[in-house]
């Protein structure tokens, strides 16, 4: 019992012990780790099938039996080749500065920088053909050497400060570099000129090729000022001339209106007084008109009135009327009437008396037709009996 437990005590740690050893072993001798900027090429150096396994292996663990195979890892990020005469420590490698003879035999010195990677899954196709190490990268040197001196030897002196003629052939540079690489199982990424050097007297050819053109810049510039001088002269003169006419234009526009709106003001006035005084016209002619109607119409009644009067005088009226008039000329204080033979209460035989003839003898008479003629008798003599009416 205490067997087991001695047992179970230490077996485990030993266990764990030799898993352990087993594994650190195991990667020294049996497994390799790609890492992820990187990728392998596996050659089996012992075996039925001896050769280069013809695949790329990426990132991770990957068998590596010592003695059976080998492994060479290459780089599988774009790495720059810099070409300086002092570099600048801008890419992984560094080179001298790349000596060119322009196409006008001046010598210049280019600084320039080459992008490059191997191409995918075309690595044990490098490791075949080129060989282990960094022997692909020397190649690129020599090749973009030689189509640095191919293509940039084509410029000439006014070419080396062109901006455009650089990208140019900067372009060119990298067209002919990657059809160069295609075979060596690298692919171009760019091609960056950064500095051109000349010799002093290239230099002040230059300089003053420079200094003439700008020269000739500014005295066109000059030129193309001045015109337009003139241009924006002319231009001010011609809006001067038109606002000059608007101007015009208006006060006249303005004269006209004022003119036409008077005359039309006028003509409205007399329109208005012309029919101001139709009208008053009309309206005196209308009172006119019925001032005759209404004086007619009282002549009219004036003489109807008066036939009327003439008819009631010719007739018993007038018999009446002459009555009347002899009883209101009557003088009671100087006359003595018997009241046994006149009854002066009695009017039928009053107007009897007093000469109203009736062939009956006797004469009746109407109050109120004999009101009607003592009024009659009573108005003033002129007064129109129609108005009386």
Do not use: C
């Not at 205490?2 to 072993?25: C, D, Q």
């Amino acid at each position: 019992m205490h067997l087991g437990k001695f047992t179970a005590k230490y077996l485990i740690p030993i266990g764990i012990f030799l898993f352990i050893i087993s594994f650190v072993v195991g990667v020294k001798f049996f497994v390799i780790k790609v890492g992820v900027d990187q990728v392998g090429v596996r050659t089996i150096v012992w075996g039925v099938k001896r050769g280069i396994v013809q695949r790329d292996y990426g990132p991770g663990w990957h068998r590596a039996i010592s003695g059976v195979d080998q492994w060479d890892l290459y780089d599988s990020t774009v790495l720059t080749l810099e070409f300086a005469k002092e570099p600048l420590l801008m890419g992984h490698y560094e080179r001298k500065d790349v000596a060119i003879r322009t196409a006008d035999d001046y010598d210049v010195s280019v600084d320039m920088l080459v992008k490059f990677q191997i191409k995918s899954g075309e690595a044990w196709k490098l490791r075949q053909d080129i060989g282990v190490g960094e022997r692909y990268i020397i190649i690129v040197e020599n090749e973009a050497r030689d189509v640095a001196r191919s293509v940039l030897g084509k410029m000439v002196e006014r070419d080396l400060y062109n901006p455009n003629e650089k990208r140019k052939r900067a372009e060119e540079f990298k067209v002919t570099l990657t059809e160069r690489l295609t075979l060596r199982h690298v692919t171009v990424i760019d091609v960056l000129i950064m500095e051109m050097r000349f010799d002093p007297q290239l230099e002040r050819k230059i300089k003053n090729i420079k200094l003439a053109e700008l020269d000739n810049i500014l005295n066109k510039s000059k030129a193309l000022a001045a015109e337009q001088r003139g241009i924006t002269q002319t231009i001010d003169a011609d809006t001067e001339a038109l606002a000059q006419k608007i101007s015009g234009d208006k006060e006249r526009s303005i004269t006209v209106l004022d003119a036409e709106t008077t005359k039309k003001t006028i003509e409205l006035l007399a329109e208005a007084d012309k029919y101001l005084v139709q009208k008053k016209a009309e309206g005196d002619l209308y009172k006119q008109e019925r001032k005759a109607e209404g004086t007619l119409l009282i002549r009219q009644s004036q003489a109807e009135g008066e036939r009327l009067r003439r008819e009631a005088l010719a007739g018993l009226g007038g018999d009446i009327i002459v009555a009347m008039e002899a009883a209101r000329n009557i003088n009671l204080a100087d006359v003595n009437i018997s009241s046994l033979d006149l009854n002066l209460l009695d009017v039928d035989d009053m107007a009897t008396r007093l000469g109203v003839s009736d062939t009956k003898g006797k004469l009746r008479v109407d109050p109120k037709t004999f009101k009607q003629i003592q009024e009659m008798l009573n108005q003033p003599k002129g007064t129109d009996t129609a108005k009386s009416k």
